[in-house]
């Protein structure tokens, strides 16, 4: 059971946009910046979004990231068949001492 | 550029102990934080704990009394131990840098290495 909990799944067709949810709490992304990770199979996982909606060198604007309260989403534009991986969200925890916190991820299909 | 590279033991005895190290090349060690995290087969991200270049840590609750990590600054790389293992560690293991610069990790992991798979069995 993850502590920030996305769809396990969503597809969508080329061209199409798909948005990915996370919720999360207070403790996490209610009071800390949200982070995107995408996973291509095999692979380790790259950085997507930043600080909620920051974008890295490299990343097209096709990916967007937003927050609103203690959720978060990844959109998706202008779908493409290399789109298909799984995406994380991640985030800060304040409870206790301290700790990261991952979604469970969510597998995207391009039909 | 900033690259890392996991290197350890790919087998592990059940009870014993998983070490791993992370080799950082092109940068200094000396800021940010310094991150595990880890993929069971099949199954989602684990964030195990990070450490600073000063040695401030910390771990993932539920690991908390098997996991130390513990930076070398002189060598430029910083190591995992987890204590106790079993079959449910098995997992590839992750290095990566946190690029927070505060008194905390931030999640803001980038560069990763590449991972590196251990399992645990006899």
């Known amino acids: 059971q993850s502590v920030l909990t996305q769809p396990p799944s969503a597809s969508g067709t080329p061209g199409q946009r798909v948005i990915i949810s996370c919720s999360g709490s207070s403790s996490n992304i209610g009071n800390n910046y949200v982070y995107w990770y995408q996973q291509l199979p095999g692979t380790a996982p790259k950085l997507l979004i930043y600080r909620n909606n920051q974008r890295p060198s490299g990343v097209p604007d096709r990916f967007s990231g937003s927050k609103s309260g203690t959720s978060a989403s990844l959109a998706i534009s202008g779908l493409r068949s290399e789109d298909e991986a799984d995406y994380y969200c991640a985030a800060w925890d304040g409870r206790l001492s301290g700790s990261g916190v991952f979604g469970g991820g969510t597998k995207l299909t391009v039909l | 550029q900033v690259q890392l590279q996991e290197s350890g033991p790919g087998l592990v005895e059940p009870s014993g102990t998983l070490s791993l190290t992370c080799a950082v090349s092109?940068?200094?060690?000396?800021?940010?934080?310094w991150t595990w995290i880890r993929q069971p087969p099949g199954k989602g991200l684990e964030w195990i704990g990070c450490?600073?270049?000063?040695?401030?840590?910390n771990y993932n609750p539920s690991l908390r009394s098997r996991v130390t990590i513990s930076v070398d600054t002189s060598k430029n790389e910083f190591s995992l131990r987890l204590r106790s293992v079993t079959a449910a560690d098995t997992a590839v293991y992750y290095c990566a840098r946190d690029r927070s610069t505060g008194a905390a990790g931030t999640l803001w992991f980038d560069p990763w290495g590449q991972g590196t798979l251990v399992t645990v069995s006899s």
């Open positions: 450490i600073s270049h000063n040695g401030n840590t």
């Open positions: 092109g940068g200094s060690i000396s800021t940010y934080y």
